[in-house]
């Protein structure tokens, strides 16, 4: 009975799979997204100042770093949770795929998050006047409150490090 339960256990982890199936239909959206704001983009070069376009830029930017965040999770939660992917002759394999645990992940993610808002908060500075001061104030709470939490999940990975090369010793 005991290994029939582990053995359910261990299978149910193929229920995940569907959703990194749907995290990879939401990449293509965030394409579409992205070639949208894009062709939006180019049909104002005409007219465009300085600051329009760096606001443009940042949207790019904004909207890959999205996709980058969603290819993480994607690689990284399939290999760490539900099987490894057999891919080691593809040649246009990432490097890091395949080397990343919970715990890099969790900083990677981290670090995407803090890098997204950062840029919502540069595009704000950008047109200051459009916003009202208490939006900015919480915009700006928010992103210490990001930068904050990837410090202390990095501080909480190095001090399990340290825990465990004492332990081995």
């Known amino acids: ?5 582990e053995r359910g256990l261990f299978a ?20 579409w997204v992205f070639l949208m704001e894009l062709w939006r983009f ?14 443009g830029v940042l949207a790019l930017i904004d909207l890959s770093l999205a996709g980058n965040l969603l290819l993480i999770v994607i690689f990284s939660g399939y290999e760490n949770f539900v099987s490894r992917m057999d891919l080691a002759q593809e040649e246009d394999r990432p490097e890091w795929q395949g080397t990343v645990d919970f715990s890099g992940l969790k900083l990677k993610l981290v670090a995407s998050i803090v890098a997204i808002s950062g840029i919502h908060l540069l595009k704000v500075f950008m047109d200051v006047e459009k916003y009202p ?20 999940l ?7 490090g340290l825990a465990k090369g004492q332990k081995k010793k």
Request: net charge negative; hydrophobic share 65%.
């Open 12 to 31: 149910s982890r193929w229920l995940m799979a569907p959703m990194y199936v749907g995290l990879v239909g939401a990449l293509a959206i965030l394409m």
């Open 133 to 152: 001061p208490e939006k900015i104030r919480w915009m700006i709470t928010i992103h210490i409150v990001f930068v904050l939490s990837g410090v202390l």
């Open 42 to 55: 180019a049909l104002q070069i005409p007219g465009l100042g300085v600051d329009d376009a760096v606001l």
């Open 154 to 160: 990095a501080a909480m990975d190095w001090l399990t």
């Open 1 to 5: 009975m005991e290994r029939l339960i």
